[in-house]
Antibody, heavy 124, light 107 residues
Framework: EVQLVESGGGLVQPGGSLRLSCAAS????????MDWVRQAPGKGLEWVGR??????????EYAASVKGRFTISRDDSKNSLYLQMNSLKTEDTAVYYC???????????????WGQGTLVTVSS | DIQMTQSPSSLSASVGDRVTITCRAS??????LAWFQQKPGKAPESLIY???SLQSGVPSNFSGSGSGTDFTLTISSLQPEDFATYYC?????????FGGGTKVEIK
């Protein structure tokens, strides 16, 4: 079955750290760009960042709100995507989704598969 | 950053109704636009990419149109399972940005 399964969410104090994981199965993980998207409680969707594939040197992009605090990485041998979150703030409280990117003919990428999400709560 | 503005923010409709949701980008994004459906407590699901291409497995009563700055998602005949929140998203440039969502409720 083609799926993405996130894990690692939980309660953390402001200023703390947390590492999320996303396990991929049923498809060739190493071929795909992979993203993280979050959703604060009762709010809309916010893009967090992207990691490209090996062919594109695993380069990354980040939203300004998380740049310098969050790091996206991947281990293609384990079909896994990671989000290392440091210096967490209360406003980082959200459900975090991993999303697979599909390439369009134009060379751009859109989200074609989402995980079920994992909740991160930043509170004292 | 490219701002994505959806309208309306919510609407009430009946089963069988034709529903139209609009999405406007703050600058031209060609056809680099996607639409997603999200049901309460669930992850988003892909509906449309490249403004008008239907994701595999999505029912044909969904359609998308537009290019440049103005886009539309149309549900030709609303079904009970279509009551959800819909988001547009541009993938023309970083940071990728989403519209604020349109909640489709039962009248």
């Amino acid at each position: 079955e083609v799926q993405l399964v996130e894990s690692g969410g939980g309660l953390v104090q402001p200023g703390g750290s947390l590492r999320l994981s996303c396990a991929a199965s049923g498809f060739s993980f190493s071929d795909h760009y992979m993203d993280w998207v979050r959703q604060a409680p009762g709010k809309g969707l916010e893009w967090v960042g992207r990691t490209r594939n090996k062919a594109n040197s695993y380069t990354t992009e980040y939203a300004a709100s998380v740049k310098g605090r969050f790091t996206i990485s991947r281990d293609d041998s384990k079909n896994s995507l990671y989000l290392q979150m440091n210096s967490l703030k209360t406003e980082d409280t959200a459900v975090y989704y991993c999303a697979r990117c599909a390439r369009v003919v134009s060379g751009t990428y859109y989200f074609d598969l989402w995980g079920q999400g994992t909740l991160v709560t930043v509170s004292s | 950053d490219i701002q994505m503005t959806q309208s309306p923010s919510s609407l009430s409709a009946s089963v069988g109704d034709r529903v139209t949701i609009t999405c406007r980008a703050s600058q031209g994004i060609s056809n680099y636009l996607a639409w997603f459906q999200q049901k309460p407590g669930k992850a988003p699901e892909s509906l449309i990419y490249a403004a008008s291409s239907l994701q595999s497995g999505v029912p044909s009563n969904f359609s998308g149109s537009g290019s440049g700055t103005d886009f539309t998602l149309t549900i030709s005949s609303l079904q009970p399972e279509d009551f959800a929140t819909y988001y547009c998203q541009q993938y023309y440039s970083y940071p990728l940005t989403f519209g604020g969502g349109t909640k489709v409720e039962i009248k």
